[in-house]
């Protein structure tokens, strides 16, 4: 069940510790044509001013930067999922860095066992070590051949189900979504888009990424949608996807990361659990732990994965006219599912 993907992978441009050998890329045959085509599509689409700097482009019913497209297109085209895959689908802000922290540990803990003192998690950050498909997969009009790759993949994407590969709906790959409290996500995207954005173009408001927000024009947005998609599809599909909340992994995290374990066939034993490893991995991958790591405080991009890690904390932004305004959008939108936060 081993799943170390970070060296076979390429990274961003500004990642220092990309060692991907030319050999492992094959280039996308039609690369140009790819290019001119994402230019085209991205030209024929509706746009509105993003969080951050560039705009957001209105694909298919969601928004993305121009910057995503490539990876997307390419990685709807190209990928090939395997029964034996993981994957791992949030929201932008709903826990994605936790979440795929719990799986690398969960997935790897024979290889690497949660209390061993190099462990990969101490020196790298979590989105290293599980790659997002659309965005470190398939970049810069490359493929990557990944036909070597251990058995146990586990990959992640903010793709919302619509827009997901084919092959990964086809396959018996196992799905975990993990969901959060509309409030909390958006303000800690809020307080994300204001981390990266550069200082001379000056602060989001509140109230504008607000609005931006409700008009469902957010990262991937609209949220509500990309909840809800998913939360069809494990209903449809339990034995493919499973759909967590953010609040109940902070609330019971030992019955969920067992659970977890289970969903992905990997169960823990009864000797494991004797042994403390489901705490192991809990405490390795808690907030604390992984904030005061030096790997995750270097740099603007990799600090701002970690800011409160609570519940609840919207509660000291919204005023009473936006909790009505969220209720009304969402409580509804949600409860009509059978879903609540
Ligand atoms: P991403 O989708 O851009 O990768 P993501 O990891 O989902 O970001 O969101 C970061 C949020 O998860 C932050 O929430 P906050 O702004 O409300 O604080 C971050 O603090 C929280 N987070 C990161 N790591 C953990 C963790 N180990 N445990 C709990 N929450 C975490």
């Given at each position: 069940?081993?799943?170390?993907?970070?060296?076979?992978?390429?990274?961003?441009?500004?990642?220092?510790?990309?060692?991907?050998?030319?050999?492992?890329?094959?280039?996308?045959?039609?690369?140009?044509?790819?290019?001119?085509?994402?230019?085209?599509?991205?030209?024929?689409?509706?746009?509105?001013?993003?969080?951050?700097?560039?705009?957001?482009?209105?694909?298919?019913?969601?928004?993305?930067?121009?910057?995503?497209?490539?990876?997307?297109?390419?990685?709807?085209?190209?990928?090939?999922?395997?029964?034996?895959?993981?994957?791992?689908?949030?929201?932008?802000?709903?826990?994605?860095?936790?979440?795929?922290?719990?799986?690398?540990a969960?997935?790897?803990?024979?290889?690497?066992?949660?209390?061993?003192d190099?462990?990969?998690?101490?020196?790298?950050?979590?989105?290293?070590?599980?790659?997002?498909?659309?965005?470190?997969?398939?970049?810069?009009?490359?493929?990557l051949?990944?036909?070597?790759?251990?058995?146990?993949?586990?990959?992640?994407t903010?793709?919302?189900?619509?827009?997901?590969?084919?092959?990964?709906?086809?396959?018996?790959?196992?799905?975990?979504?993990?969901?959060?409290?509309?409030?909390?996500?958006?303000?800690?995207?809020?307080?994300?888009?204001?981390?990266?954005?550069?200082?001379?173009?000056?602060?989001?408001?509140?109230?504008?990424?607000?609005?931006?927000?409700?008009?469902?024009?957010?990262?991937?947005?609209?949220?509500?949608?990309?909840?809800?998609s998913?939360?069809?599809?494990?209903?449809?599909?339990?034995?493919?996807?499973?759909?967590?909340?953010?609040?109940?992994?902070?609330?019971?995290?030992?019955?969920?990361?067992?659970?977890?374990?289970?969903?992905?066939?990997?169960?823990?034993?009864?000797?494991?659990?004797?042994n403390?490893?489901?705490?192991?991995i809990?405490?390795?991958?808690?907030f604390?732990?992984?904030?005061?790591?030096?790997?995750?405080?270097?740099?603007?991009?990799?600090?701002?994965?970690?800011?409160?890690?609570?519940?609840?904390?919207?509660?000291?932004y919204?005023?009473?006219?936006?909790?009505?305004?969220?209720?009304?959008?969402?409580?509804?939108?949600?409860?009509?599912?059978?879903?609540?936060?």
């Open positions: 069940m081993a799943t170390n993907l970070s060296s076979t992978l390429p990274h961003d441009s500004h990642d220092p510790k990309n060692t991907t050998p030319p050999s492992k890329l094959a280039k996308h045959s039609q690369q140009d044509d790819l290019t001119q085509e994402c230019h085209d599509l991205i030209s024929s689409l509706a746009k509105e001013q993003g969080w951050i700097l560039s705009h957001l482009y209105q694909y298919q019913g969601f928004w993305y930067p121009n910057t995503l497209f490539e990876g997307l297109l390419s990685c709807q085209r190209h990928f090939k999922a395997r029964d034996t895959d993981i994957i791992l689908i949030t929201n932008p802000k709903c826990g994605t860095t936790w979440l795929k922290a719990l799986a690398y969960i997935v790897n803990r024979k290889i690497n066992p949660p209390k061993e190099n462990h990969p998690l101490l020196t790298n950050n979590p989105h290293e070590l599980i790659p997002f498909l659309e965005r470190k997969v398939y970049v810069d009009h490359q493929v051949d990944l036909t070597e790759s251990p058995s146990t993949r586990v990959f992640s903010h793709l919302p189900v619509e827009l997901l590969p084919l092959s990964i709906k086809e396959t018996k790959c196992k799905v975990v979504y993990l969901a959060r409290d509309p409030k909390d996500a958006f303000i800690s995207l809020w307080h994300f888009a204001n981390k990266l954005r550069p200082q001379n173009s000056g602060k989001l408001q509140l109230e504008e990424a607000f609005d931006k927000f409700c008009k469902g024009v957010s990262f991937c947005g609209p949220f509500w949608d990309h909840v809800l998913s939360w069809k599809y494990s209903l449809d599909k339990p034995n493919k996807v499973l759909f967590l909340k953010y609040e109940e992994l902070k609330e019971k995290p030992k019955l969920y990361l067992k659970k977890l374990a289970e969903f992905w066939g990997c169960p823990f034993s009864l000797e494991e659990e004797n403390g490893v489901v705490e192991e809990l405490s390795l991958c808690s604390d732990n992984m904030r005061n790591l030096e790997v995750n405080k270097v740099g603007e991009l990799n600090k701002s994965f970690f800011r409160k890690g609570e519940v609840g904390d919207w509660a000291n919204f005023s009473q006219e936006m909790i009505e305004k969220f209720d009304e959008m969402f409580f509804d939108k949600f409860l009509q599912c059978g879903l609540k936060f």
